[in-house]
């Protein structure tokens, strides 16, 4: 679990420590001496919040991008460990609890969503590998590009 003290920008600061700024978003979000305590299902869910392809390498991101990517690892993971691993918003759970979903559902946004519809855009979420574990991943909300063409995400 994450240590509570830590902050946004203590994360942005470390994602532009020497050791982790040229390493791709998608390993570096395994590796438990970045951050311990974010595993698989995380990784792919603070990537789709931040609006960040996996490719993504932190010495490339704009200022305003790692902090935004640095807020969404502390708000995800933070969601998870207080709701039992449910990482979508309150209010989207509410939502598609009142539309009969169940919490396999409606726990997360893409992990284990391959050939779902993205909730936010719904273009068809996609399942890769990367560092031999599944990654899942909205093609038009994550972007190589920074996050530039994100869509709004501010209900998340």
């Keep these: ?21 040229n390493r791709a978003l998608g390993s570096l979000y395994l590796d438990q001496g970045f951050l311990a305590g974010i595993g698989n299902y995380l990784r792919s869910e603070i990537l789709f ?9 932190p010495r490339e991101l704009a200022a305003k991008t790692g902090n935004r990517l640095a807020r969404q690892t502390l708000n995800i993971a933070r969601r998870a460990y207080e709701t039992g691993g449910i990482t979508n918003a309150p209010e989207r759970v509410a939502a598609m609890k009142d539309g009969g979903l169940n919490r396999r559902r409606y726990r997360f946004a893409v992990f284990a969503r391959a050939g779902q519809p993205c909730p936010t855009c719904g273009v068809m979420v996609e399942r890769i590998e990367v560092g031999s574990r599944r990654l899942y991943l909205c093609p038009a909300c994550q972007s190589s590009h920074q996050g530039e063409n994100r869509r709004d995400r501010r209900n998340r």
């Design 49 to 57: 919040a931040a609006g960040l392809h996996p490719t993504n390498i």
């Design 1 to 21: 679990m994450l240590d509570s003290l830590l902050t946004w920008r203590d994360v942005s600061r470390r994602l532009n420590l020497p050791r982790f700024r």
